[in-house]
């Protein structure tokens, strides 16, 4: 069996090579033919899809957090090539999802092992942008830009951009054209979620699946900071969302429009700002190795 591993060296700032070298002494002491490609931060799309093509692996492991996958699976589109995650970035939302285990050595080893490969979908937003996780719109879109921004990192800078964007609460009018109706609401976010839960814990929706060629928008009126502040800024959970507030909208393809541009994040990476945003669903585009222990399968 040849296995790629696609390991992104900076995220969630976590040292990979000690699971490298785990991984390689498994690999020689069964057989395995393994090769480790590193991300540099530079064309690394154009150089993954060249080394896809001369080493044609069996297997692709995606070794980071969000991102990696995302980037893992964005190379993978089309070719057939079945992929599963180590988790070690920061936030591993999509693998917590996905039932991955949280030892990075036993994840690989389930990989290898699996023979369990599921559909997964992805989000298309304005036919370049892609999410396998979570995207949003508003304050938490906000909070991802101040944070990225800082030369702090970890959850004391996180909560600081938190509470600066929970101050400036604005909320703003959304309009979504969907399953052949028109919804006019005003929100201090929008979510786009093939996931349901933040790598934090937070629960944006709990009726997503990502294999169910559907997304959910999720439309958030309220953000509950009374239930926050009395829970504590050290658990930020699922009283975050004041669920009796959420407008969930479950379809495969939205045109939403703002009255004026709004920034957009995906599985935490900031795209731009947007009036409008055109999403699609691409059912099945990620060939997913996965266990018994996801929930979806
Ligand atoms: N070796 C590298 N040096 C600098 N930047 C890199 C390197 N490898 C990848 N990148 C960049 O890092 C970004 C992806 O990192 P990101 O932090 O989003 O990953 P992640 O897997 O989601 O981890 P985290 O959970 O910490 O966010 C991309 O913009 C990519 O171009």
Not at 202 to 228: H, Q, S, T, W, Y
Not at 271 to 285: N, Q, Y
């Amino acid at each position: 069996m040849k296995l790629l591993a696609v390991v992104n060296p900076i995220s969630g700032g976590v040292d990979k090579n000690p699971f490298i070298k785990k991984a390689v002494t498994l690999c020689e002491n069964y057989g395995l033919d393994l090769k480790i490609f590193k991300t540099t931060g530079q064309d690394d799309e154009a150089h993954l899809k060249a080394e896809l093509k001369t080493f044609n692996p069996d297997k692709v492991v995606s070794v980071g957090g969000d991102g990696t996958t995302l980037f893992t699976a964005k190379a993978l589109l089309n070719t057939n090539i079945c992929m599963g995650i180590i988790p070690l970035g920061s936030a591993n939302g999509m693998a917590v999802e996905l039932g991955v285990s949280e030892d990075p050595l036993q994840a690989f080893k389930d990989i290898i092992m699996s023979n369990i490969i599921t559909d997964l979908d992805l989000v298309c937003v304005n036919k370049e942008h892609y999410s396998i996780h979570i995207g949003d719109v508003g304050i938490n879109a906000n909070i991802v830009e101040g944070y990225d921004k800082d030369t702090s990192r970890g959850m004391t800078t996180y909560i600081k951009h938190f509470i600066e964007a929970l101050n400036k609460v604005d909320p703003f009018q959304v309009n979504i054209a969907c399953n052949q109706k028109v919804y006019h609401k005003k929100v201090v976010m929008l979510g786009l979620c093939n996931g349901r839960k933040y790598g934090t814990g937070v629960p944006l929706n709990k009726e997503g699946n990502p294999m169910d060629g559907r997304f959910e928008i999720v439309l958030i009126e309220k953000i509950n900071a009374n239930l926050l502040i009395k829970a504590g800024l050290s658990s930020i959970n699922e009283a975050f969302i004041d669920n009796e507030n959420n407008t969930v909208i479950s379809t495969s393809h939205a045109k939403i429009t703002f009255n004026e541009p709004r920034l957009l994040q995906l599985d935490g990476e900031v795209i731009g700002t947007f009036k409008t945003l055109d999403v699609s669903l691409l059912k099945g585009a990620v060939k997913f190795i996965t266990t018994q222990q996801n929930v979806y399968v």
